[in-house]
Nanobody
Framework: QVRPVESGGGLVQPGGSLRLSCAAS????????MGWYRQAPGKQRELVAA???????NYADSVKGRFTISRDNAKNMVYLQMNSLEPEDTAVYYC?????????WGQGTQVTVSS
């Protein structure tokens, strides 16, 4: 189990940027795919970005061109650079392995995009 701890969220105006960090409790080098998920009020949790151990990435259409996911296996870290943020991006963001079954969910980090 990875036991992720997310950080970096906050309040930002539309068009602003945030960089989220995910610290895993154990090595992620052997995990094929790590991802960032988000859950907005009244909505189900959704996968917004994923990155494989080899560095291949995939994004939800809603964030393509604005978000960049990356991982540092040596540091057991996963990052999400979020640019051009929109109010619709407001959610609690979680990091977890995409491979089934997921590790226990962390507390997430709140991202609020509002003017």
């Amino acid at each position: 189990q990875v036991r992720p701890v997310e950080s970096g969220g906050g309040l930002v105006q539309p068009g602003g940027s945030l960089r989220l960090s995910c610290a895993a409790s154990r090595s992620i080098a052997s995990i094929n795919a790590m991802g960032w998920y988000r859950q907005a009020p009244g909505k189900q949790r959704e996968l917004v970005a994923a990155v494989t151990s080899g560095g291949s990435t995939n994004y939800a259409d809603s964030v393509k061109g604005r978000f960049t996911i990356s991982r540092d296996n040596a540091k057991n870290m996963v990052y999400l650079q979020m640019n051009s943020l929109e109010p619709e991006d407001t959610a609690v963001y979680y990091c977890n392995q995409v491979d089934y079954p997921p590790s226990p969910w962390g507390q997430g980090t709140q991202v609020t995009v509002s003017s």
